[in-house]
């Protein structure tokens, strides 16, 4: 059977739905309020701005589509200002929805990508305030592909990355320290599925698509940088090891696979 595989991927920007946030907040009212106050909103676009989209434009492979999800009730300055960062892009798309159910507008997004005549698609999710390592896309790839020959081709299964680094900035002072997760995290994780599989990575709660679906767990280089900075939506646990690098063996991991340093991380 010959496959053809498309990449898309798909991060939330501020969406507005009654069945996200409902935790916190009665009213879709409530949760606009919240969502699109200006302090959270210039938070938002500066790690958007300095660490998501980065490392999106930086990856070595750029055959990927990646849907930016966002609000159509978004006050119109922040509105601009997210389609004047993403028009230039060939391959970012901003797509803008109303307040539907969660899931729904979710796969909306994936769908929004034409699947041509793909036979299976790798999806993958990121968090507007994360990053992705430059080479994720292409290691993606070439793991599915593997994968897709171990499984079988109608079996779906997940890749996540489990190395990585966080950025806590809720102390008094900014904190930069590494990671290896025993469950999946939000950045990067993937499904692979055929491409009428009615399924996305968002599907579940990340830490229990083992659960679910085959899933494969790679730590051979650390994939993701994820932030902590008090308007996480969920409270970012750590659920492995963490802290066994110093500052000068963090360093050099973060130049090679982020094009990042610590001082630029502890500025954001």
């Not at 409530?30 to 490392?55: G, N, Y």
């Not at 020959?149 to 904190?175: H, M, Q």
């Not at 491409?195 to 996305?200: I, L, Q």
Request: aromatic content about 8%.
């Amino acid at each position: 059977m010959d496959r053809k595989i498309k990449t898309v991927g798909l991060l939330r920007f501020s969406v507005l739905t009654p069945t996200y946030y409902s935790e916190r907040f009665k009213t879709l009212e409530d949760t606009a309020a919240h969502l699109f106050a200006p302090e959270r909103m210039a938070l938002r676009f500066r790690l958007f701005e300095q660490l998501c989209l980065p490392a999106l434009t930086g990856q070595t492979d750029p055959d990927f589509d990646m849907v930016v999800l966002t609000a159509e009730t978004m006050p119109e300055q922040y509105l601009e200002r997210l389609v004047d960062l993403i028009e230039p892009l060939p391959n970012i798309h901003c797509l803008t929805v109303g307040t539907e159910n969660h899931y729904k507008l979710l796969q909306r997004g994936y769908n929004a990508v034409p699947k041509d005549d793909c036979t299976h698609r790798i999806m993958f999710r990121l968090d507007d305030d994360d990053a992705l390592d430059k080479n994720f896309v292409k290691r993606t790839k070439r793991l599915a592909s593997g994968l897709l020959k171990l499984n079988g081709p109608k079996t779906p299964f997940v890749i996540a990355y489990n190395r990585g680094f966080y950025v806590r900035s809720t102390g008094a002072e900014t904190e930069v320290f590494d990671a290896c997760e025993r469950a999946p995290l939000s950045a990067g994780t993937t499904l692979v599925a055929p491409v009428d599989h009615p399924a996305n990575p968002y599907r579940f709660n990340h830490r229990k698509l083992a659960q679910h679906f085959n899933t494969y767990s790679d730590i051979m280089v650390p994939a993701f940088i994820r932030t902590i900075h008090g308007d996480n939506k969920s409270n970012p646990a750590q659920m492995g090891l963490t802290h066994k690098l110093r500052d000068d063996q963090i360093e050099p991991l973060l130049q090679t696979h982020f094009d990042m340093t610590l001082d630029r991380l502890r500025a954001l």
